[in-house]
């Protein structure tokens, strides 16, 4: 076959075999263009092949006209490769065994670790997967609260365990020696690491007794005899007595120690020998006698947290002591049927929380009535860039109104009577006039401001130092109100042409008052408003549905859907505290420590809940640590207000 270059028209013969069937690209020797040859279709009896190693199509041969590989050879080579398997086997044993060592060592520490944390990692299961210790079946029926706690867990997570060397640990040890005369024995080496861990799952609870009078028992488990044994002799010294199988111990306060095999009961011993046989009973209840086999109960004693108060409001409510109260209380006595009250405390890094739920089909559904989430448009108008405290809460005044004109007729209607007296108005009228919604944001405190304009002081009565110019919260006061309501009118009025128009000034929309601390304050457009800033004030008249939010998109998130919500800027505020009195320490001790508590109060599907979170400054820190830490701080605050004088202690008048 004869090719031509484009390029420079050069040409040779090729053997028709030496081109693919597909074409190739050629090279020109001459002026290096390269040009694409074809093949000229040549019809031919025998078969055509591929190249198994390149792919190139060609006849029958014993070698690849393009990569030049002999094909015999080639399929000799792919036979043995099949005969022979990889050899890769090396390696992967070598492998298998570095992974084992590892498997094996990683087990190893696991099992150390299990072995070291033991306790905590057995009460922590229990917690996790809510198992009931065996002797919570001996917290009688009779109790009204329960108070759940795990010592070894709160032991192990104050991070003192072992810090005798510990600055906290000594104010501690110094601090509970003035509570009790042998505190530094309970918490001293090696006591505290012998005994006081050995507590498992302490249940602490309060059941009456002739109808008035109550008794506190503590109930725990004991997780090693022997040691217990060791701990109780360093404790307390004395004789043990042994009664129905049970070993008994007297302590100071009139108390007494029962113990045997697996848990303990410290339980108050009373007149005649009562005390005494009403702990034998108890350390031989039986589950249907317990407070284990109500499955209302049977919530106190679950969950994961650290600390656990529960309280029977059922049972609260109708002692005879309270009894009499209840009557003047807008709930009837039934409707606390079958609920009860709990508080869960946490510790975590740098946080503390409580959480408080009440439950109870009847009494959840009298709240339901009465108890409704802060208005979303109101809380938008809200302006709260800055605050040292906000509070926001929905108050229903109408349906208060009511319940307290239904469970007080007569005292009703002599606050009824003063009312109208004062403001010419009923109080159902000024219920009627609020909406619910009202928040306080204090955004500061000015000290020592005696700027008064007026030149005379707030006029009435002077007991407020607000009014007299010493001090200036620096925040504002905005309740949702109905426009053109009794409360509106009535406060116009009272601006206008009351003894207080004297200090009153209208531009029509707002009111600057004059009093030696100037405030601006609002009575239309859906609020009553009173504010250090005439920026609040004049923002809520002119504000629109349709102006974006005034309150930071944090902060009305966390508002949004609760009945109320407060919120403490702590470091802050005591941060103007330590300015008033630079000499005192403890308040930058405080400051230093503290950084914000906020609480917040919801209605859930069956539960009313409210969560506290007290945060520190430092989240690497323990937060049962810093607790401890601010105990000691407070305590020194108050000995150094009140010194001792040895001089005084015989005269209470001095």
Same mark, same amino acid.
């Given at each position: @076959?004869?090719?031509?270059?484009?390029?420079?028209?050069?040409?040779?013969? /090729?053997?028709?075999? &030496?081109?693919?069937?597909?074409?190739?690209? *050629?090279?020109?020797?001459?002026?290096?263009?390269?040009?694409?040859?074809?093949?000229?279709?040549?019809?031919?009896?025998?078969?055509?092949?591929?190249?198994?190693?390149?792919?190139?199509?060609?006849?029958?041969?014993?070698?690849?006209?393009?990569?030049?590989?002999?094909?015999?050879?080639?399929?000799?080579?792919?036979?043995?490769?099949?005969?022979?398997?990889?050899?890769?086997?090396?390696?992967?044993?070598?492998?298998?065994?570095?992974?084992?060592?590892?498997?094996? %060592?990683?087990?190893?520490?696991?099992?150390?670790?299990?072995?070291?944390?033991?306790?905590?990692?057995?009460?922590?299961? &229990?917690?996790?997967?809510?198992?009931?210790?065996?002797?919570?079946?001996?917290?009688?029926?009779?109790?009204?609260?329960?108070?759940?706690?795990?010592?070894?867990?709160?032991?192990?997570?104050?991070?003192? &365990?072992?810090?005798? #060397?510990?600055?906290?640990?000594?104010?501690?040890?110094?601090?509970?020696?003035?509570?009790?005369?042998?505190?530094?024995?309970?918490?001293?080496?090696?006591?505290?690491?012998?005994?006081?861990? =050995?507590?498992?799952?302490?249940?602490?609870? !309060?059941?009456?007794?002739?109808?008035?009078?109550?008794?506190?028992?503590?109930?725990?488990?004991?997780?090693?005899?022997?040691?217990?044994?060791?701990?109780?002799?360093?404790?307390?010294?004395? !004789? /043990?007595?042994?009664?129905?199988?049970?070993?008994?111990?007297? =302590?100071?306060?009139?108390? #007494?120690?029962?113990?045997?095999?697996?848990? *303990?009961?410290?339980?108050?011993?009373?007149?005649?020998?009562?005390?005494?046989?009403?702990?034998?009973?108890?350390?031989?209840?039986?589950?249907?006698?317990?407070?284990?086999?109500?499955?209302?109960?049977?919530?106190?004693?679950?969950?994961?947290?650290?600390?656990?108060?529960?309280?029977?409001?059922?049972?609260?409510?109708?002692?005879?002591?309270?009894?009499?109260? @209840?009557?003047?209380?807008?709930?009837?006595?039934?409707?606390?049927?079958?609920?009860?009250?709990?508080?869960?405390?946490?510790?975590?890094?740098?946080?503390?929380?409580?959480?408080?739920?009440?439950?109870?089909? %009847?009494?959840?559904?009298?709240?339901?009535?009465?108890?409704?989430?802060?208005?979303?448009?109101?809380?938008?108008?809200?302006?709260?860039?800055?605050?040292?405290?906000? =509070?926001?809460?929905?108050?229903?005044?109408?349906?208060?109104?009511?319940?307290?004109?239904?469970?007080?007729?007569?005292?009703?209607?002599?606050?009824?009577?003063?009312?109208?007296?004062?403001?010419?108005?009923?109080?159902?009228?000024?219920?009627?006039?609020? !909406?619910?919604?009202?928040?306080?944001?204090?955004?500061?405190?000015?000290?020592?401001?005696?700027?008064?304009?007026?030149?005379?002081?707030?006029?009435?009565?002077?007991?407020?130092?607000?009014? =007299?110019?010493?001090?200036?919260?620096?925040?504002?006061?905005?309740?949702? /109100?109905?426009?053109?309501?009794?409360?509106?009118?009535?406060?116009?009025?009272?601006?206008?042409?009351?003894?207080?128009?004297?200090?009153?000034?209208?531009?029509?929309?707002?009111?600057?008052?004059?009093?030696?601390?100037?405030?601006?304050?609002?009575?239309?457009?859906?609020?009553?408003?009173?504010?250090?800033?005439?920026?609040?004030?004049?923002?809520?008249?002119?504000?629109?549905?349709? #102006?974006?939010?005034?309150?930071?998109?944090?902060?009305?998130?966390?508002?949004?859907?609760?009945?109320?919500?407060?919120?403490?800027?702590?470091?802050?505020?005591?941060?103007?505290?330590? #300015?008033?009195?630079?000499?005192?320490?403890?308040?930058?001790?405080?400051?230093?420590?503290?950084?914000?508590?906020?609480?917040?109060?919801?209605?859930?599907?069956?539960? /009313?809940?409210?969560?506290?979170?007290?945060?520190?400054?430092?989240?690497? &820190?323990?937060?049962?640590?810093?607790?401890?830490?601010?105990?000691?701080?407070?305590?020194? @605050?108050?000995?150094?207000?009140?010194?001792?004088?040895?001089?005084?202690?015989?005269?209470?008048?001095?």
């Amino acid at each position: @076959m004869k090719i031509t270059c484009p390029g420079c028209q050069w040409s040779a013969e /090729v053997p028709d075999e &030496k081109i693919p069937v597909g074409g190739v690209t *050629a090279t020109c020797r001459n002026c290096q263009v390269k040009f694409q040859v074809l093949r000229e279709s040549v019809s031919t009896a025998e078969p055509e092949f591929f190249c198994p190693q390149c792919g190139t199509g060609q006849m029958v041969s014993d070698t690849c006209i393009h990569c030049h590989i002999i094909f015999a050879k080639y399929d000799e080579k792919q036979r043995i490769k099949e005969l022979i398997p990889p050899v890769d086997n090396e390696p992967r044993i070598q492998t298998n065994y570095r992974s084992s060592k590892i498997v094996w %060592a990683v087990i190893g520490l696991l099992v150390v670790v299990g072995l070291i944390y033991r306790p905590e990692i057995v009460s922590a299961c &229990k917690l996790f997967f809510h198992i009931q210790p065996a002797h919570a079946k001996h917290i009688p029926k009779s109790a009204i609260t329960v108070t759940r706690s795990n010592i070894a867990s709160i032991f192990l997570k104050s991070g003192l &365990k072992g810090a005798t #060397d510990d600055p906290v640990y000594k104010k501690l040890l110094e601090f509970g020696g003035r509570l009790y005369p042998r505190f530094d024995e309970l918490l001293a080496n090696p006591v505290k690491e012998s005994g006081v861990d =050995l507590a498992e799952d302490v249940y602490a609870f !309060t059941e009456t007794y002739d109808g008035e009078r109550s008794r506190t028992g503590v109930l725990f488990g004991i997780r090693d005899q022997s040691r217990f044994a060791e701990f109780l002799k360093k404790l307390r010294p004395g !004789t /043990v007595s042994t009664e129905a199988g049970v070993s008994i111990l007297k =302590l100071d306060g009139g108390s #007494d120690l029962y113990w045997n095999k697996s848990f *303990a009961l410290i339980y108050p011993g009373g007149t005649k020998g009562r005390g005494k046989q009403r702990a034998l009973a108890i350390m031989a209840m039986k589950k249907e006698e317990s407070i284990a086999g109500d499955s209302l109960k049977k919530r106190w004693l679950e969950g994961k947290d650290d600390c656990l108060v529960s309280v029977d409001l059922e049972r609260i409510v109708n002692q005879p002591g309270l009894s009499a109260m @209840m009557k003047n209380y807008p709930y009837h006595q039934d409707v606390y049927r079958g609920s009860s009250l709990s508080f869960a405390c946490n510790f975590i890094n740098g946080k503390a929380t409580i959480d408080a739920r009440v439950s109870g089909a %009847a009494l959840l559904a009298e709240i339901k009535t009465i108890s409704v989430p802060l208005s979303r448009e109101f809380l938008e108008s809200i302006p709260a860039d800055k605050y040292l405290v906000f =509070l926001a809460s929905h108050i229903p005044f109408e349906s208060l109104q009511e319940r307290f004109r239904l469970a007080n007729p007569e005292q009703y209607r002599k606050a009824d009577e003063m009312v109208e007296k004062l403001t010419t108005s009923n109080i159902e009228q000024l219920a009627a006039s609020f !909406t619910g919604d009202i928040a306080i944001v204090l955004e500061g405190i000015s000290r020592n401001n005696n700027q008064n304009s007026t030149g005379r002081q707030y006029p009435g009565p002077q007991s407020s130092r607000f009014f =007299l110019g010493e001090s200036k919260a620096e925040g504002s006061i905005i309740m949702g /109100v109905k426009p053109d309501s009794v409360a509106v009118r009535l406060l116009h009025r009272k601006l206008q042409e009351g003894p207080e128009a004297r200090s009153a000034r209208f531009d029509g929309k707002i009111y600057r008052i004059d009093s030696g601390n100037g405030y601006y304050l609002l009575a239309n457009n859906g609020y009553i408003a009173i504010s250090t800033s005439s920026d609040v004030v004049t923002g809520l008249v002119e504000r629109k549905k349709t #102006d974006s939010p005034s309150m930071p998109a944090s902060l009305l998130e966390r508002c949004n859907g609760a009945l109320s919500m407060l919120e403490l800027k702590l470091s802050q505020i005591f941060a103007v505290f330590s #300015d008033r009195q630079p000499d005192d320490p403890s308040f930058e001790q405080l400051k230093n420590n503290l950084s914000e508590l906020r609480v917040t109060y919801r209605l859930e599907k069956d539960q /009313v809940s409210t969560r506290g979170e007290l945060i520190f400054s430092d989240a690497t &820190k323990n937060s049962l640590y810093q607790l401890a830490k601010l105990a000691v701080t407070i305590s020194e @605050m108050k000995r150094s207000r009140n010194p001792k004088n040895p001089e005084n202690q015989g005269n209470p008048r001095e």
